[in-house]
């Protein structure tokens, strides 16, 4: 017996050894776990979540935030000390790290909560490995904070967890792409995807030409586009427990815009001209090559004594690039209304359409159309008509103040109603310095708005097609309507549709989408 006494405490502190050498021991040492962890979060410098529009390129270092939930069978604890491991890719980099929680104050359950400022670079995987903590039960003591000691109090008012937690971030598609050449439209495409549920075992949808198919599986596909151009690349990715999707348009070197002015021939008349008074887009300078009926060939820019038929002109810029457009030479083609001139300028809040044509008949109808981000679905935006016939050349100006603000690329045509003819002008595309900063999630445009006809735009994140959103339009006056709208295709809600025009002077419109609200300030100015 007096052997044993002597012998006792060595034993404690074999025991205590060993339970501090091998966590796992710890935690059969915690058999109630009162309290336990549930998981850890990485978040911004503002403690908010990281989203798609977050702009982080991997490898890039981040100034943020570690988070952690807890779970359990009671809420009888305060002063919670809480030791861990971190591993960065693996590799351990901090050991036995502590850090005080609710001092003085009862542990809240179910409820994320700070744990500490946390460095890290983006696509890192941040683990929370061999977690010991414990903490004081009974009445909270006000103005107490934890007391820092070893491991060892090891009491049925612990938890541990050898294994740990993968410190999360959302699921978050990303990719980058780089292009095969400068005149190339083959593009290769690599996914920067990180965050969602580990092991990050993702599948990717990728969709190039918007229009809702997948084009390909893999991680980092190629794919060759049919022409220079804007694209919206579309990618959905699937870490098996969600599934988000970011769409980021590709701007591939834009096709050359070249102006020429005919000169047709007269009938039997070898005297056709075609001058080129323009060429933008490409690396300057051009060369040129034409050809042309009965083995007509030239490298000049302008060409001179051109019968009719066809010419071909391939312009060639400074990097090899190329482009070939075609022109008829023809008699006829003297009668028919000629575009001289269309030109489109920012004037700081507006877009000026500048249009020129070598005659006009009475009764003309201009309708100016725009579309974004390509050529292809223009909608109109004004009408101007002519009272006047006339030999001469003409002008016209329009200016387009109704442009949603976040937009960058803007397509511009001019279409001429002409008795029951219809003639098209040529696209102009403009590039915007840059889009103004939007302060919230959504952007209502055009605002001021002249007639009261605004549609809202979600910028911050997508939503479904079939998602529903609640506007609530509030004015100093009587005005006050509620309405549920669903988000369409374009991701762009027509309110004015639903409510009607605005009244006059300031409206707020108040949007509540999933779990979220916010207030907008509209004015009607007319």
Not at 448 to 464: A, F, V, Y
């Amino acid at each position: 017996m007096e052997l044993f006494s002597k012998i006792r405490p060595l034993i404690l502190i074999a025991i205590l050894y060993i339970a501090t050498a091998f966590p796992s021991i710890l935690f059969a040492q915690c058999p109630q776990n009162n309290f336990t962890v549930t998981g850890f979060q990485l978040r911004d410098a503002n403690g908010n979540l990281f989203s798609v529009t977050d702009n982080y390129v991997l490898g890039q270092p981040v100034t943020g935030e570690l988070w952690v939930n807890f779970g359990g069978s009671t809420t009888n604890g305060y002063n919670m000390l809480m030791y861990y491991d971190v591993f960065v890719n693996g590799t351990r980099t901090q050991d036995d790290a502590y850090n005080c929680l609710f001092s003085g104050v009862q542990v809240v359950q179910n409820v994320w909560v700070k744990v500490r400022n946390f460095t890290w670079n983006w696509g890192d995987i941040i683990e929370i490995r061999d977690i010991f903590m414990y903490w004081e039960t009974g009445t909270v003591k006000a103005n107490t904070t934890c007391t820092v000691s070893t491991k060892s109090n090891i009491n049925s008012q612990c938890y541990s967890n050898p294994s740990g937690f993968t410190a999360a971030v959302p699921l978050f598609p990303k990719f980058d792409f780089a292009s095969n050449g400068i005149c190339n439209t083959t593009i290769q495409f690599t996914s920067q995807t990180i965050g969602g549920t580990p092991p990050f075992n993702y599948t990717y949808s990728w969709d190039f030409n918007n229009d809702g198919v997948m084009d390909s599986n893999l991680a980092n596909p190629v794919y060759n586009f049919p022409s220079s151009g804007t694209y919206p690349i579309r990618l959905t990715v699937n870490d098996g427990t969600s599934i988000t999707m970011i769409t980021k348009d590709i701007f591939i070197d834009p096709n050359f815009g070249i102006q020429v002015s005919i000169f047709p021939t007269k009938i039997n008349d070898n005297s056709g001209i075609i001058y080129v008074q323009s060429v933008t887009g490409g690396t300057p300078p051009y060369s040129y090559y034409w050809t042309g009926p009965n083995g007509f060939t030239s490298t000049n820019r302008d060409i001179f004594n051109l019968a009719d038929g066809l010419y071909r002109l391939t312009v060639t810029d400074a990097n090899g690039c190329t482009q070939t457009v075609e022109y008829v030479m023809d008699i006829a083609s003297v009668l028919q209304i000629e575009w001289k001139s269309l030109e489109v300028k920012e004037m700081g809040s507006k877009i000026a359409v500048n249009w020129e044509l070598n005659s006009e008949k009475e009764g003309s109808r201009y309708e100016i159309e725009r579309s974004f981000k390509d050529a292809f679905n223009f909608s109109k935006i004004g009408e101007l008509t002519s009272s006047r016939s006339s030999q001469a050349p003409v002008n016209y100006t329009f200016s387009d103040e109704t442009f949603p603000v976040f937009e960058t690329i803007l397509y511009y045509r001019v279409v001429l109603h002409q008795e029951q003819s219809i003639s098209y002008s040529p696209v102009r595309m403009i590039q915007r310095n840059g889009a103004n900063p939007l302060k919230g999630n959504w952007a209502a445009y055009p605002n001021p708005s002249r007639d009261g006809r605004i549609q809202l735009k979600l910028i911050s994140e997508n939503l479904n097609s079939d998602e529903k959103v609640q506007v609530q339009a509030i004015n100093g006056g009587s005005f006050f309507k509620t309405v549920e709208l669903t988000m369409g295709h374009d991701g762009v809600l027509s309110v004015d549709q639903v409510i009607g025009s605005l009244p006059p002077g300031l409206t707020l419109l108040r949007v509540q989408w999933r779990n979220q609200s916010e207030t907008i300030k509209v004015i009607r100015s007319d």
